[in-house]
């Protein structure tokens, strides 16, 4: 396949569809602890307005929003029908809508507004604009939106990582591999090759690649302000990251302004 056929690649992560099941052994909900209070803290911190409501843009299996439902009422919008099904299994608490980060419209706003490692899948400066439109479409005045992309240009090196994990019979083992195109400057590619390990004992070996968009950081703050927000940059703090190359992006709706 050429790299250039972008929609083929989106529709054939079969992580997020067919072997969607084997996805919490990808990343365990566990994981997500540590990250998921990290933005809690960041949500109270800038939000003018009492935190009590949020909208997670390209939810995934609800990971996240496991460890923000005691503190949020959560309305998750993700584009894949099977981490939806996962979702709705982990929390069946929170509302769940499918829908794509980039047109969606829900016809109410949210306290707080989150895009995470979902929005990496923006891959044009287009479609970047549509999601963070999209988020301010729904940050209520006074609200906050977080985006939180896992590179900017700048931190951006190619790379390989290994990870995975057992549960309920079963394992996942990964390989991931991060590099750049040569014909494209907004772009890099993950591939992903998974060996499943079924309850028999079975192996089977599949391989997923994830086209990720690449923008310098005043990209982010530009498309942010444009948007109608005030921008933000903040360090992520995570103990599995050095203190560099993991950063979070806020957007702050005045308290004045209309709802869109």
């Not at 307005?49 to 929003?65: E, I, Q, V």
């Not at 006074?142 to 090196?157: K, R």
């Not at 444009?226 to 950063?247: M, N, Q, R, W």
Request: hydrophobic share 40%; aromatic share 10%.
């Amino acid at each position: 396949m050429a790299i250039e056929n972008e929609t083929t690649f989106t529709q054939a992560i079969r992580l997020y569809r067919d072997r969607a099941d084997w996805y919490p052994l990808l990343t365990p909900v566990g994981d997500y602890a540590e990250e998921a209070a990290y933005y809690r803290r960041l949500f109270e911190i800038h939000c003018q307005r009492p935190p009590r409501t949020l909208l997670d843009l390209g939810s995934g299996g609800g990971h996240n929003a496991a460890h923000l439902k005691a503190a949020l009422a959560c309305t998750l919008v993700d584009l894949e029908p099977a981490m939806l099904a996962l979702s709705r299994k982990l929390n069946p608490e929170c509302k769940h809508i499918q829908g794509d980060m980039r047109s969606v419209r829900l016809r109410r706003v949210f306290d707080c507004v989150l895009a995470h490692d979902a929005i990496c899948y923006m891959t044009s400066r287009t479609d970047l604009a549509r999601a963070i439109a999209t988020a301010f479409a729904h940050t209520a005045p006074g609200g906050v939106a977080l985006f939180q992309p896992d590179f900017v240009s700048e931190t951006f090196e190619p790379g390989t990582e290994t990870g995975g994990s057992d549960g309920y019979g079963r394992g996942l083992r990964y390989l991931e591999w991060r590099w750049v195109p040569e014909s494209k400057t907004d772009m890099y590619v993950t591939d992903m090759a998974y060996l499943l390990r079924d309850v028999n004992r079975a192996v089977e070996v599949i391989h997923d690649r994830h086209l990720m968009g690449l923008f310098p950081r005043a990209e982010w703050l530009e498309q942010i302000a444009a948007a109608g927000f005030k921008p933000l940059v903040v360090l992520f703090e995570h103990s599995s990251y050095s203190d560099t190359g993991h950063e979070v992006f806020l957007g702050l709706r005045p308290a004045a302004d209309g709802v869109a």
